[in-house]
């Protein structure tokens, strides 16, 4: 299972009716209630909730837009109980039921001014590895179990059981401090020839590109006799990087602050390059223009790339450059 392609609508645990229905129903049990307990004023509150400049009816106007934001933060919560939309803390605790933990992809340093706090892997790397993780129960050997040990690459913890007590059992996960799989990014396999399985990996860091140091250790890991099908050659190799440039002119109503548009769309244009920068990865020109008109464009002229690109699961995509000028609209 692929947790990227997953597009299932998000769970409700509180089916959230519309607000005039809502209102309705809010303004007929009040109505009710005064009725049974109040006869005499019921038909003076009926007249006043019929108008929308009494106080009262804009009072329960509110309460209604409350109770509609309470019953979003109820279906919120709720969906944070699934992987496939749990985010930070609520992701490491379904993480963990697998004994996955949330890589540091790079170290901070609490002791300079000031501190830098450490780069952890994102909430959607983390994902991945958790759909991934009931693979881990065999060898290396269906394409998803290979996966999974690439993307871990032996950050297994140590596990123990302890009993303090007659009544109370302890399992105790132990992870290494610093694991080579916290520098992976993406990982492809597939059948390069009888008996031969060829993995490969894309970094964190840069353009993708892993050191001889991290593919020596990959190497090393699917040589062990408890990884490795002893029937399948495990080939490790770097992708072939695709490098491309965004340059466009975006035209924009006089009068905004060209700078702010300027850094809304460049944001927007760097983290939809950071999320196709993955093995099989894809530019869509469609979405750049959405990307751009999102950001503030009235029209765009789109320079670079000419067309859309699409990389192989051996292949990432690489922006090394976004070029962009803002201009009024004549």
């Known amino acids: 299972m692929n947790a990227k392609m997953n597009q299932l609508p998000p769970p409700e645990a509180i089916s959230i ?31 006043t909730l019929e108008n929308e400049a009494e106080v009262l009816t804009k009072l329960i106007e509110t309460c209604v837009v409350l109770m509609q934001s309470h019953q979003r933060e109820v279906n919120r919560n709720a969906a944070q109980m699934f992987a496939n939309w749990a985010n930070g803390p609520f992701l490491d605790m379904k993480a963990a039921e697998f004994g996955l933990e949330r890589q540091v992809v790079q170290s901070g340093d609490p002791d300079v001014t000031p501190p830098i706090e450490p780069v952890m892997e994102s909430d959607d790397q983390l994902r991945e590895r958790y759909f991934l993780a009931p693979y881990q129960m065999s060898q290396a050997g269906p ?20 009993s303090p007590d007659a009544n109370t059992v302890v399992i105790t996960h132990s992870f290494p401090e610093k694991s080579m799989a916290a520098k992976i990014k993406d990982a492809a396999v597939m059948q390069s020839g009888p008996g031969e399985v060829a993995i490969t990996l894309l970094a964190n860091s840069g353009n993708g590109i892993p050191d001889p140091t991290l593919l020596n250790q990959a190497q090393m890991y699917f040589s062990q006799e408890d990884i490795g099908p002893l029937t399948d050659k495990v080939i490790i190799r770097e992708p072939e990087i695709i490098s491309y440039q965004i340059q466009a002119v975006m035209y924009v109503v006089k009068g905004p602050d060209k700078s702010i548009l300027y850094e809304r769309a460049i944001k927007k244009l760097k983290a939809y390059a950071a999320a196709q920068h993955q093995l099989g990865g894809c530019i869509e020109l469609g979405m750049l223009y959405h990307v751009l008109h999102e950001s503030g464009a009235k029209r765009v ?29 004549p």
């Open 17 to 47: 009716l519309p607000f005039e229905s809502q209102l309705n129903h809010f303004k007929e049990t009040l109505i009710g209630h005064i009725a049974e307990t109040e006869p005499s004023i019921a038909q003076a509150v009926q007249e």
């Open 301 to 329: 002229i789109l320079i670079s790339p000419a067309n859309g690109l699409k990389a192989t699961h051996q292949q990432a995509l690489w922006c090394d450059s976004i070029q962009l000028e803002v201009r009024d609209d």
């Open 143 to 162: 394409a998803q179990s290979y996966r999974y040990h690439a993307l871990t690459l032996g950050v297994r913890p140590d596990i123990s059981v302890t």
